[in-house]
């Protein structure tokens, strides 16, 4: 079974700049999440979908972060404009509702 | 917000010894869950608890659940040179691990030669 797939896997950006990540879950998995995982920190999530349905926005910073899964199966999660703070690694994950959630191997931003 | 506290934060030891890590909360959480990370990959999903008092092994890995839902840990036997990276534990408020998790800071697991 794949695993869930995640492009690209660097960036390099200047502040105030604009970027997109794309994510692919695994095959039927209903549910997908976008982490953003700081140097030395945990993972926190930033948005959650079920199907193509938003669930949980409540920590993702709306003013210049937005997150679509258009046809309920890959998403992608976008930065307008980055900031120095956004530098980070940004991750995502599914979930077939039962049995945890699998991570893909991110992406890192780095923001100059 | 919900934190989790997880400790050691760092462990130096050597081959063949066994690890133990925890987690705890103020907070109750549903499902507790331990992933470890490898440096430059994401977190893999080690062991899945479910059920307060649960405990559940995975080769040489044992975790249990807090029967007060708000600490859980993390017991590796033996361990190898491989065991090295990083542990995290996460919560869940929901019942399958559904929701969005919190996860600890993270325990760096260091093997000497």
């Known amino acids: 079974e794949a695993g869930v797939a995640q492009s690209p896997r660097y960036k390099i950006i200047e502040k105030r700049q604009s970027v997109a990540f794309w994510c692919n879950p695994i095959?039927?998995?209903?549910?997908l999440y976008w982490y953003q995982q700081i140097l030395g920190q945990g993972p926190k999530l930033l948005i959650q979908?079920?199907?193509?349905?938003?669930?949980?926005d409540s920590q993702l910073p709306k003013d210049r972060f937005s997150a679509e899964r258009l046809k309920g199966v890959d998403s992608t999660l976008k930065i307008q404009p980055a900031k120095l703070e956004d530098s980070a690694v940004y991750l995502c994950?599914?979930?077939?509702?039962?049995?945890?959630?699998?991570f893909g191997p991110g992406t890192r931003l780095l923001v100059l | 917000g919900q934190q989790l506290n997880q400790s050691p934060q760092s462990m130096f030891i050597q081959e063949g010894e066994d690890v133990s890590m925890n987690c705890t909360s103020s907070?109750?959480?549903?499902?507790w869950l331990w992933y470890k990370q490898d440096p430059g990959e994401g977190p893999v999903l080690l062991i899945a608890?479910?059920?307060?008092?649960e405990l559940t092994s995975n080769g040489r890995l044992t975790a249990q659940f807090g029967i007060t839902r708000k600490d859980s840990f993390l017991n590796i036997s033996a361990s190898i040179p491989s065991d090295v990276g990083i542990y995290f534990c996460?919560?869940?408020?929901?019942?399958?691990?559904?929701?969005?998790?919190?996860f600890g800071k993270g325990t760096h697991l260091i093997i000497q030669p």
């Open positions: 994950a599914s979930s077939s509702s039962v049995a945890g959630q699998y």
């Open positions: 095959s039927g998995h209903a549910t």
């Open positions: 979908f079920q199907n193509n349905g938003v669930v949980d």
């Open positions: 907070s109750i959480f549903n499902t």
């Open positions: 608890l479910y059920k307060a008092g």
């Open positions: 996460a919560g869940s408020t929901s019942g399958g691990g559904a929701d969005g998790l919190t």
